[in-house]
């Protein structure tokens, strides 16, 4: 679907996982293993260019989180439930809405 927004030509696209059911992460320093549900989906908000400028989560899903980023640290999270992410072009990304809950992949697998 395309639409015109802000005056700008962008097009939403919807994301869905190519598998469904668990993933299994493995730390490679420590060997932990953990099982994660990363059965949701996704609709990005694309620019002209194929940037990103939004996401909306549909959880659960799997999210990076770089450094500088405003809403949560560094890391890759796990976001169940309804979560909208800014992606600005020259400023960190942002969480503007949680309805739902972060798993910190990291943080299981210390």
Do not use: I, N
């Not at 994301?15 to 059965?39: F, I, K, N, Q, Y």
């Amino acid at each position: 679907m395309t639409g015109d927004l802000a005056g700008q030509h962008q097009a939403v696209h919807l994301h869905e996982p190519a598998h469904r059911g668990a993933t299994s992460w493995t730390c490679r320093t420590s060997g932990r293993t953990v099982d994660l549900d990363l059965s949701g989906f996704a609709r990005t908000l694309q620019r002209p260019d194929g940037s990103l400028s939004r996401y909306q989560a549909l959880g659960p899903v799997g999210f990076g989180w770089p450094t500088g980023s405003v809403g949560l640290p560094q890391g890759y999270y796990v976001f169940d439930g309804e979560h909208v992410v800014r992606l600005p072009r020259q400023k960190p990304r942002r969480l503007v809405r949680d309805r739902g809950t972060e798993t910190d992949v990291c943080a299981l697998l210390r």
